[in-house]
Structures are given as structure tokens and as C-alpha cells.
């Protein structure tokens, strides 16, 4: 049996999350209700919290299409309870056998077209969910899979951002094999109409029952390779994607904080942290202290197109990213009065949804799944009701860049999922879709919960800043939400920075899902910024 979680309103329309869940609880936090039920009800009926997260996912993909799918990537975090040291799973795609970048060099490119597709690499999300029902399922993956089967079968009702992003997108997918669901009538559907998706729910349950073979070898294979122009072929798919490493950790806030190592850009978080936890004096939140956790920020963000790439080229290690005498360096060149002068990292942009879970033994998931630019490339992989990502546009077509786009590379990733630890086992399961803001959104979170002691709600709801590439050059560029206190925004002003105000609650700005854990109990809260969000609790 599952309750959602209690919310009540702040007064301006967001709501808040407001329940505590005891300590032996199965919980999912995700961007949708009807993916965290889902997992919520699969944990409840004897399935690990893998068995939870890959149930959330496959349901993400049918009510939220525009964000992830099995036509993307896949990270993951996985605490297994008594043991020190998270898995890692790097479950993210590679350039196919004709993705040269010195093709596009060729025909006059400076970079890889965002819509097309050169942007698609192998999706990597099935070979990571085989990869985690292996290694961590309880249940059959035909149950683990069936709430969104059912889902996508049986119909749902679309909600505001669905529909809104619907008619957004329109332009680009409306001539795809696998759009005519999403488009009942032919007309975009309004918030509550039903939409039915038969055949994505034909190729989650050939998942749930063959295996990767119905994917990577089935009708989606095919669409894939058409979709590609023969680019991805069918042996680059017979390659599996999924692989287990070693997570990056850091001690930071008094606690170890884990990510995913390049080609994550995940470091970046756990850098800024450290650094902020040097440079901050008071736990008090003042537009000082706002303004040491934007330049913490920014002093490691701009060197992250030249550190982040696949693997086997990246310049610098995991360990020597996150070296403390490397990052200390910087303490010197942040003023706390004044904005500093570095260089923005290319923008790139997000299509993605965080969601995590813990099982009543203790086993908890960090999990990330995205599409990449809203709902990727456009293209889908023929009717199979899959639409594929564009994560190679996260390549650079620069000759001897260590992420030039070269067959079999993985590109350089936005996605940055957390977990963390102390002693005692897991603590928290930290992330957020957002691009590369995933890292800032993250640093404020962690900042907010371990060195600043809010609750986890209210975590969740101070007002959130974003260091963005509005405008030209290399000063720092700031939005905040609508809601910062005065004082704070003056206080940034005053310090230099170009202060642009955006909306109360920026839906962009998250969802933010988080369960965090202590000795007394465990609690998942969701981000008042996005209506579908939830956290829901097996009782």
C-alpha cells in the first residue's frame, strides 16, 4: 500500500512538501506522480529500490516524453546498505561508426547540428536498466516494466507542461512515425486529455521480456539506423553501453559527497562545494555568502569544456579534477567583494529527469535519464513510440579536442546525479534536471541542507539563482527567482554581478528531487516548482 507524500501551499500557487516517512520506508521522489507511485508500488511488492528506480524511469518515459525515454542516456548511483563506496554506472552512449567530426569540419560546420542526425549517439538507457535489474533486481523486469506498460497502453492525462511543450515542440516532431500518439486528433492535447501510446507500450513490454535483443536488435535497432542515415549501425548497437566504474567522492559539508566521473560534468558540484565551504564564515544566508556560492561556481565551471570528455582522453583524472590542491589555487583569485572575471562555459542546453528511491532494507538509488534538448534530436526511431536524443551534440567538431566527436567516444555529459554519505551509511539522493545548471541548482541544495541547516522543504523552496550566459563576454551574469529577498539581490548588485530577475518559481530550475536520511527517519521532498512532481512513500 502507498500514500503521496503531504503538500500544502505556500500562498503564491507552489507547493510544498511537508511529510516525514518513517524510517523502515520505501520511498520515489521523481518529476511525476504517476512515475513515483509507480515505484513507490513496486518497492512495496518486493522489489529492490533498482527495481523502484527502473519502474520510475520507464514511466517517466511514457508521461513525460519530452524529457526522457529509452532513446537516451542513463547515469546512476547505487548505495547498497554496509557498503562504504557507492556503484557507479556510466550507462551513456557512444558516437557511431560514421559520426566523424571531420566530416562536419568538411562540409563547413563549427559544431555538431543540434537537430540532425550527427547529434545522435547509441541510447544507452536499456543497456543500463539490464545492467541494473542484473546486478540489483528482485522482480521480474516484465513486472518492474509493467506499470508503464499499462500507462502507455491504457492512456494517461497529460498535464500543463506536457501540453505546453507539446505545442512547442510540434514544429520539430509532428512528421515523426512515433508523434501521432502524443497528437490525439492531430491537435495538441489540452491539460486532462487522455493520451494513449500503444506502441512504446509494445516495445517496453518486448523489453521486459526479451531483454536489450528487442531494442538494440528489434524494430527500434532499425529505426535507429535509418534515423542515423546508416551513421549507427547495427554493430555499433550490438556494443553494449552500460559500464560499471568508480565513483568520484569528495569530503565536503562533513559528509562524502559521490558523483559520476567524466564524461559527467558531476566534479563540478562537489568542487564548488569545497570551495564555498573554504570561503563562507557564517551559516547565516547573506548577499556575501550568496555571492562566495556563485563565485565558488563559476572559478571551476569555466574550464569544464576543456576537462570533460569520454574517458580514455580526458586531460585529467577523476581524482586529480577534485585534487584539493588543485581546486585551493582558486581561493586566492575569488574576491569577496567583488565579481570575478571568467571565462562561460559553452551552454548547453537539458532534456532530462532526476528521480531516486530507497528501499525498506536501505539500498538507495540516484538515478538520471534524459533526452537532452527537450525531447533530443527530433527524430524517432521509426513508429516504436521511441524519440532519440541528441547527446552528441555535446561533442566538439575541434580537430584534436580530447571530446572531438570520433566513432566510439562518449560525448562530453550535463547529467550529474549525487549521493552521499557519511559513517553511518547513505544520508541523502541529490538531483535535478537543468542542463548545465544541474551543478549550480546542486551546490545550492547541498549548501542549503549541511552547511546552512535548512529543513529539507525549505531547501527545496529558498529562492534559487542561476549564473547564466545571457548577454556578452565574461562578466558574471545572474538570474534570480522573482521571490529573493531585497537585501540578497542588492547585495549581488553591489558586488558586481548583472542581476536579471526571472519568475517567483522557475520550472526550469528543477524538478529537484531529494530523499534525505537520518538515524530517526527518512524523507523525500519534492520541488514546488513543477506541478507533476511528487514523493510518494510505501506504507
Known amino acids: 500500500m502507498t500514500d503521496r507524500v503531504a503538500r500544502s501551499s505556500d500562498g503564491d500557487g507552489a507547493r510544498l512538501d511537508t511529510g516525514a516517512i518513517g524510517h523502515r520506508a520505501a520511498i520515489a521522489v521523481s518529476p511525476h506522480h504517476l512515475a513515483s507511485q509507480a515505484g513507490a508500488d513496486i518497492m512495496s511488492a518486493g522489489g529492490s529500490a533498482v527495481d523502484g528506480a527502473i519502474a520510475v524511469n520507464a514511466v517517466l518515459s511514457v508521461v513525460l516524453p519530452d524529457t526522457c525515454g529509452p532513446g537516451g542516456d542513463l547515469f546512476a548511483l547505487i548505495h547498497v546498505p554496509g557498503e562504504p563506496i557507492p556503484e557507479a554506472l556510466n550507462s551513456s552512449g557512444r558516437a557511431g561508426s560514421g559520426s566523424r567530426a571531420a566530416d562536419l569540419r568538411n562540409a563547413g560546420h563549427l559544431e555538431v547540428p543540434l537537430r540532425s542526425p550527427w547529434s545522435v549517439t547509441v541510447p544507452g538507457c536499456v543497456d543500463g536498466w539490464e545492467a541494473l535489474h542484473e546486478r540489483h533486481g528482485r522482480l521480474p523486469l516484465s513486472q518492474v516494466l509493467a506499470p508503464a506498460v499499462a500507462l502507455a497502453r491504457n492512456g494517461f492525462a497529460a498535464s500543463l507542461e506536457l501540453s505546453s511543450s507539446l505545442h512547442r515542440i510540434r514544429p520539430l516532431i509532428g512528421t515523426q512515425p512515433s508523434a501521432a500518439p502524443l497528437y490525439p486528433g492531430g491537435q495538441v492535447p489540452e491539460p486532462g486529455d487522455v493520451i494513449v501510446r500503444p506502441a512504446l507500450a509494445q516495445t517496453l513490454e518486448a523489453i521486459g521480456t526479451v531483454g536489450r535483443e528487442a531494442f538494440y536488435g528489434g524494430l527500434p535497432g532499425t529505426g535507429i539506423t535509418d534515423a542515423t542515415d546508416g551513421m549507427i549501425t547495427a554493430a555499433d548497437l550490438e556494443r553494449r553501453q552500460a559500464e560499471w566504474i568508480e565513483p568520484l567522492g569528495m569530503e565536503v559539508f562533513g559528509l562524502t559527497g559521490w558523483t559520476i566521473p567524466p564524461n559527467s560534468q558531476g566534479y563540478l558540484t562537489l568542487a564548488a562545494a569545497h570551495l564555498y565551504e573554504r570561503l563562507a564564515s557564517s551559516t547565516e544566508v547573506t548577499g556575501a555568502s550568496v555571492h562566495l556560492a556563485i563565485e565558488a561556481y563559476r572559478a571551476v565551471a569555466w574550464e569544464r569544456d576543456d576537462l570533460v570528455a569520454d574517458p580514455t582522453t580526458s586531460p585529467l583524472s577523476p581524482a586529480a579534477l577534485l585534487d584539493p590542491s588543485r581546486l585551493d589555487e582558486r581561493l586566492d583569485q575569488i574576491d569577496p567583494d567583488g565579481a570575478g572575471i571568467w571565462p562561460d562555459p559553452r551552454e548547453l542546453p537539458g532534456g532530462t529527469a532526476y528521480m531516486c528511491t530507497r528501499d525498506r532494507d536501505g539500498m538507495g538509488v540516484s538515478l538520471i535519464q534524459s533526452n537532452f534538448h527537450g525531447i533530443g534530436s527530433g527524430l524517432s526511431a521509426g513508429a516504436t513510440g521511441v524519440f532519440l536524443h541528441n547527446r552528441g551534440a555535446g561533442f566538439?567538431?575541434?580537430?584534436?579536442?580530447?571530446?572531438?566527436?570520433?566513432?566510439?567516444?562518449?560525448?562530453?555529459?550535463?547529467?550529474?546525479?549525487?549521493?552521499?554519505?557519511?559513517?553511518?551509511?547513505?544520508?541523502?539522493?541529490?538531483?535535478?534536471?537543468?542542463?548545465?545548471?544541474?551543478?549550480?541548482?546542486?551546490?545550492?541544495?547541498?549548501?542549503?541542507?549541511?552547511?546552512?541547516?535548512?529543513?529539507?522543504?525549505?531547501?527545496?523552496?529558498?529562492?534559487?539563482?542561476?549564473a547564466?550566459?545571457?548577454g556578452r563576454g565574461d562578466m558574471s551574469r545572474l538570474q534570480t527567482e522573482d521571490?529573493?529577498?531585497?537585501?540578497?539581490?542588492?547585495?549581488?548588485?553591489?558586488?558586481?554581478?548583472?542581476?536579471?530577475?526571472?519568475?517567483?518559481?522557475?520550472?526550469?530550475?528543477?524538478?529537484?528531487?531529494?530523499?534525505?536520511?537520518?538515524?530517526?527517519?527518512?524523507?523525500?521532498?519534492?520541488d514546488p516548482r513543477v506541478s507533476t512532481a511528487a514523493a510518494v512513500a510505501a506504507t
Do not use: C, K
Not at 570520433?406 to 534536471?433: K, M, Q, Y
Open 468 to 470: 547564466d550566459g545571457w
Open 396 to 466: 566538439t567538431v575541434a580537430e584534436g579536442h580530447p571530446n572531438e566527436m570520433v566513432p566510439g567516444r562518449r560525448p562530453l555529459h550535463t547529467l550529474s546525479p549525487t549521493l552521499w554519505t557519511d559513517e553511518s551509511g547513505l544520508r541523502a539522493l541529490l538531483g535535478t534536471r537543468g542542463g548545465q545548471y544541474q551543478p549550480q541548482l546542486l551546490l545550492q541544495m547541498a549548501a542549503s541542507l549541511w552547511f546552512h541547516g535548512l529543513d529539507p522543504s525549505e531547501a527545496q523552496a529558498a529562492p534559487r539563482w542561476i
Open 483 to 526: 521571490r529573493m529577498p531585497l537585501h540578497l539581490r542588492e547585495g549581488l548588485v553591489a558586488r558586481g554581478h548583472m542581476v536579471h530577475r526571472a519568475a517567483d518559481w522557475e520550472p526550469g530550475w528543477g524538478p529537484v528531487s531529494l530523499i534525505v536520511e537520518s538515524p530517526s527517519e527518512v524523507r523525500g521532498v519534492a
